[in-house]
């Protein structure tokens, strides 16, 4: 096949190409010779230690290790939960010095020296938290994938209630909030639930808040 005159090269442009890539590495090293000596090597790993579920550990972690992947990958505490790794669902809402957080969002680095709690260390088999025996009681799940995160936000709900602390639905922000279904279905709204087991979840906080009420 005849090849185009626009595709034909002659044997001294040819030649020509070739020295020209042989040469590049050397003049590019060259000049890499001559840059400036670089800083000091970015930080990539720290130690970084937390007390969960009352446990001291200690961990050299990569400093972009998200405190979820933390407990996952490095505790192997998989009962929080991974959905959408970005702060939409809540099923890896776990508790952190006494505030409820998506541990998704956040750098374990970040919360060196924190006291952490995840669904584990609220209960177990046979030593079942009241919420998590009142999800039982009331049915407050299906497949359960969002289940620890519902549950650890159910507790941290009930202890934002009790500090006062007012949501969005409060009418009055100086008054101690209401443990009405409106309060918890927005204070609990960024827990989603796929199988949409809302009106159950409402009843087993209802449940355990009129308990300790
Ligand atoms: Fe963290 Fe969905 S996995 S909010
Ligand atoms: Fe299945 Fe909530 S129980 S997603």
């Known amino acids: 096949m005849k090849i185009p005159d ?23 090293g060259q000049a890499e010779a001559a840059a400036p000596a670089a800083g000091p090597a970015p930080v ?34 998989t009962g929080t939960k991974k959905g959408c790794d970005h702060g939409q669902c809540g099923a890896c809402t776990v508790i952190v010095d006494g505030r409820r957080i998506n541990s998704c969002l956040t750098l374990a680095v970040m919360h060196d020296g924190a006291e ?5 260390g609220l209960g177990q088999p046979g030593h079942l938290h009241p919420m998590q025996a009142a999800f039982v009681k009331h049915d407050g799940f299906q497949c359960g994938y969002c289940t620890p995160g519902q549950i650890c ?41 796929r199988c949409g087991a809302y009106s159950n979840i409402v009843e087993a906080i209802t449940d355990v808040a009129g308990a300790r009420a």
Request: aromatic letters at 0%; proline letters at 5%.
């Open 116 to 120: 952490v709690t995840t669904i584990e």
């Open 153 to 193: 936000s159910a507790v941290a709900v009930l202890q934002e209630i009790d500090q006062g602390i007012p949501s969005h639905v409060s009418g009055d922000l100086t008054a101690k909030p209401l443990l009405s279904v409106a309060e918890l279905r927005e204070r609990m709204s960024g827990n989603i639930c």
């Open 44 to 77: 990539t790993s720290l130690p970084v230690t937390l007390r969960v579920n009352g446990k001291p550990e200690r961990l050299m972690l990569d400093t972009r290790t998200t405190l979820l992947d933390a407990l996952r990958e490095h505790l192997r505490l």
């Open 6 to 28: 626009e595709f034909s090269i002659s044997r001294r442009g040819l030649l020509k190409a070739g020295a020209a890539t042989a040469t590049a590495p050397v003049l590019a």
